[in-house]
C-alpha cells in the first residue's frame, strides 16, 4: 500500500491535527520520499514509519510536537539536517537498520538539544572502532546508544508508559480492551455473589463444593420396586408358615 493512501486510512475520521499517534510501518513510499504528511499533523507526538523504503528525509513537514520516530529499517545514509529543522523536539530516534555509515552523518543530530536516546543497531557505523565513545563525544546530549548509556546501564524499560500514551487500543477516554476486560469479570462475579445470597445453588457450586449428583435410570426405579414386593411376598409366605 501506499503510504499516502496509508496516511489516510489512519486517520480514522479524524482530521489531521487531531492525531498524536501515527503508524504506517510496511507500507511504500513510491520515491523513497515521505509522502501524505502534511505540516497539518501540528499535534503529532510519536511517528512510525519502519520498513517504508525511504532514502531521504527532504520532505518531511514541520512536527513541533514530535517526541519520538521510528525510521528503523529503511535506506537512510544521510542528510538528516532536516531533522533538527522540523523536529526540533525529538527526544528519541531509531535509526536502527540504516544505511549509516560514517560519523560524519551524524553530526546534523548535534543541533537536537532534547535528543536523549538514539539506536543505530545493525548500520554499519556500529563496526567503527570505538563506536559507543565516539558517538557519545559527538553527540553529549545522548543518555542511551543503542538501549545503553556510556557506563553499559541498559535504558529503562519505557514501553509501558508508551502504550499507556500511545496505546494502538486506547479509545479517546484512555480506556483499554484489557480494562474492559475486567470490568466484564468483576460483575460476572458480582453476579455469582448475589446468586449465592438468594439460595439458588447452581451445578457449578456443587461440582465446586466435590458434592456427587446421582440419576436413577427408569430401569433402576423398576427393578427396586420389584424388589420391595418381593420382600413383602416373602414375608406373608413366612405369617402363612406359622400359621
Known amino acids: 500500500m501506499e503510504m499516502k493512501k496509508r496516511?489516510?486510512?489512519?486517520?480514522?475520521?479524524?482530521?489531521?491535527?487531531?492525531?498524536?499517534?501515527?503508524?504506517?510501518?510496511?507500507?511504500?513510499?513510491?520515491?523513497?520520499?515521505i509522502e501524505g504528511?502534511?505540516?497539518?499533523?501540528?499535534?503529532?507526538?510519536?511517528?512510525?514509519?519502519?520498513?517504508?523504503?525511504?532514502?531521504?528525509?527532504?520532505?518531511?513537514?514541520?512536527?513541533?510536537?514530535?517526541?519520538?520516530?521510528?525510521l528503523s529499517d529503511n535506506n537512510i545514509s544521510g542528510s538528516l539536517e532536516t531533522l533538527a529543522e522540523k523536529c526540533a523536539n525529538l527526544t528519541y530516534l531509531n535509526l536502527?537498520?540504516?544505511?549509516?555509515?560514517?560519523?560524519?552523518?551524524?553530526?546534523a543530530l548535534q543541533n537536537l538539544k532534547n535528543l536523549k536516546s538514539?539506536?543505530?543497531?545493525?548500520?554499519?557505523?556500529?563496526?567503527?572502532?570505538?563506536?559507543?565513545?565516539?558517538?557519545f563525544?559527538?553527540?553529549?546530549?545522548?543518555?542511551y546508544l543503542d538501549g545503553f548509556d556510556a557506563e553499559d546501564n541498559e535504558a529503562p524499560d519505557s514501553e509501558a508508559d508508551d502504550d499507556d500514551n500511545y496505546g494502538p487500543y486506547d479509545d479517546e477516554d484512555g480506556e483499554e480492551g484489557a480494562g474492559q476486560l475486567g470490568d466484564y469479570e468483576e460483575e460476572e462475579?458480582?453476579?455469582?455473589?448475589?446468586?449465592?445470597?438468594?439460595?439458588?445453588?447452581?451445578?457449578?457450586?456443587?461440582?465446586?463444593?466435590?458434592?456427587?449428583?446421582?440419576y436413577l435410570s427408569p430401569e433402576a426405579d423398576v427393578r427396586g420396586e420389584k424388589r420391595k414386593r418381593d420382600a413383602e411376598d416373602e414375608g406373608e409366605d413366612d405369617d402363612e408358615d406359622d400359621d
Open 96 to 107: 536502527s537498520g540504516n544505511k549509516i555509515k560514517e560519523l560524519s552523518s551524524l553530526e
Open 37 to 70: 504528511l502534511t505540516d497539518e499533523f501540528k499535534e503529532l507526538e510519536f511517528l512510525s514509519m519502519v520498513n517504508v523504503g525511504l532514502t531521504s528525509l527532504a520532505k518531511l513537514p514541520k512536527l513541533p510536537k514530535l517526541r519520538k520516530l521510528e
Open 7 to 33: 496516511i489516510s486510512l489512519e486517520l480514522r475520521n479524524k482530521t489531521p491535527a487531531e492525531v498524536a499517534e501515527l503508524v504506517v510501518d510496511n507500507c511504500r513510499s513510491s520515491d523513497g520520499e
Open 137 to 143: 563525544e559527538l553527540l553529549p546530549q545522548v543518555t
Open 189 to 214: 462475579e458480582e453476579e455469582d455473589e448475589e446468586g449465592s445470597e438468594g439460595g439458588e445453588v447452581g451445578l457449578s457450586y456443587l461440582m465446586k463444593e466435590d458434592i456427587q449428583v446421582m
Open 118 to 135: 538514539l539506536d543505530l543497531f545493525n548500520c554499519e557505523i556500529t563496526t567503527l572502532e570505538d563506536y559507543r565513545e565516539s558517538i
